[in-house]
Every structure is written in structure tokens, then in C-alpha cells.
């Protein structure tokens, strides 16, 4: 269970005028640094920033320490896996599956792995700071919503990351990242449902190819998934 004192503090700092960015960011991991597991439905979309957009939907499954499993349903199955070692892609229509070292991926999905107990804003972001909510992309934020502008520590994968922002709700429930990149490309992943300790069988975070799929290593999976 989460330290209610500890959740209670960060909580109460997501309405006030002067939020503080260590206070926000104390909200969302109190919020999720205790569950074993975590599911949600997501949408996610992709601007080329010239007026081209992409969407797609499904459901996603966190599990301790650091593993997750997306579940494209809309507009076709996809999988996206991270097994704690590795990172995989698998398009059944191609019939090809990408592996990488997880050390190696620079897609941001792999970051977020922070809902699963395995990294944190702090060692995510060379800056962090509490944002105004009109920073965010329609649609606006909900009432009481706050919002933290991430800038990511120098890496090979941070290269063409401008910024990251997260929407968070009163509750420390993560509601948006929008991941940002030069020439106003932008990636976004919107979050409802979450729910907290629901059984994750082992298969669900384990990616066997199946027969006749041919696997790829790959060094990094940036843009794969676009």
C-alpha cells in the first residue's frame, strides 16, 4: 500500500499555485512505485509536424521490476515488449519480429518503465520543472491536472528528444506524455483504466516468435513503431 502521509503531502501540492516540480513528480511514483502491477487502455498518436498525423490504440500491462507489454488493437495487432532485457516489435502481417537490448532502445516507451518500478524522473531528466497547463496540446488539461516538462539527460536515444511533458492527475494517475522533437514532430500517449495489482500471467511479459516469424536484432528501435 501506498505511505498515505507521504501520498497525501504530494497530492495536495497538485492543486496549490506554487506547485513544486519534486513534489509532482513524488505524486506520480508514490502513486505507482508500490503496485506489482499495472494495466491501463492507451491511445497513442504521432505528428510529423507538417500537418501528417497517425493514431493507434490498444492496451497496455506494467509489471514489476521494469516490464511491460503494449497491446495494439486499432488500426492493426502489434505488439510491443519489454521483458526486462530485451526490447521486441512484432507486427503479425510481417511476420517479422525486432529485438534489442533494452540498453540499447531509445524509444520511450522503455523510460516508462518507471510505472514498473524500474527507473525515475531523476535519473530520466537533466531538468525537470513544473509546466503551465497550456503548455500541453489540445485537448486541455482537466481541472487540477498538473503538469512536469521533462528535458532528458544527453544519450545516444535522447539525441532527438526536445522535451517530454507529463499530464498528472489529482490523484498521481498519469493522464499524458506528449514526447517532443525538433521541427515540431511529437508523439503522444494518452492513458484511462488504470487499475493496480490486477494478475499479469508470466507468458504476457515473455515474447516467443512464432513459427515461421523471422527475428531481427537490431541496435536500436527508434521509429519502429510509427
Partial sequence: MIRFALLLAALLSLGSSGRDAHQIAAALESRYQHARTLKAVFFQSYSDGKGSLSAESGTVYFSRPGRMR????SPEPKLFLVDGANVWFYVPSDHTATRAKLNESSDWRTPLALLAGKADLA????NLEAADLAA???PAPAPGDAVLRCTPRQSPSSETIRDVLFEIDPGGFLNRIVVREPGNASTEF???GWQENVPVPEVKIHFEPPPGVA?????????AIR
Avoid: D, H
Fill in 190 to 192: 494518452r492513458f484511462a
Fill in 70 to 73: 503494449w497491446e495494439y488493437e
Fill in 123 to 126: 535519473k530520466l531528466c537533466s
Fill in 215 to 223: 527475428v531481427v536484432n537490431e541496435e536500436a528501435l527508434a521509429g
Fill in 136 to 138: 500541453m496540446p489540445p
